[in-house]
């Protein structure tokens, strides 16, 4: 599985979950430090601006205390997706779509080799579609 991050200009931050790891509030926010360093280093304007905000499903990892505490404790601006709709989540309507698309048909050997293939197909795809992604989703969002 990987966790992955991502705006309007590219990947920002993701992470392949190790074997046999649960992604619970624990390990989410860890996974959510690590995104901190991540937006500091890859989009500074951002960072110093205070102005990223990060949108992601319902699921009890995100929804934890722990982790709202996290966000209210650092300043970060969330956008809750409402229940049942898995139309907004860009993941779920554009990049696994996306990458599902690219990797169909193909077989590895090892997951080190799904790793691989993922990542290359993820870094292939053009800064303005990801901008396409997220004006749909803006409408989405509208709707």
Do not use: C
Not at 4 to 33: A, C, M, Q, S
Not at 74 to 84: A, K
Request: proline share 6%; no cysteine.
């Amino acid at each position: 599985m990987i966790v992955f991050f991502f705006d309007w200009k590219g990947i920002v931050h993701y992470e392949f979950v190790p074997r046999g790891e649960t992604v619970n509030k624990e390990f989410y926010l860890n996974v959510l430090k690590r995104l901190r360093e991540a937006v500091r280093r890859k989009r500074p304007e951002a960072w110093t601006n205070n102005i990223w905000m990060l949108h992601h499903d319902s699921a009890p990892a995100h929804a934890s205390i722990l982790i709202r505490e996290f966000f209210t404790k650092h300043e970060t601006t969330f956008v809750p997706q409402p229940s049942n709709s898995p139309d907004l989540a860009p993941a779920d309507f554009f990049l696994f779509p996306k990458l599902k698309s690219s990797l169909k048909g193909r077989r590895f050997q090892t997951v080190e080799e799904i790793e691989e293939n993922s990542l290359r197909d993820l870094r292939a795809i053009p800064q303005n579609t990801f901008q396409d992604a997220f004006q749909n989703w803006k409408k989405r969002l509208e709707r």
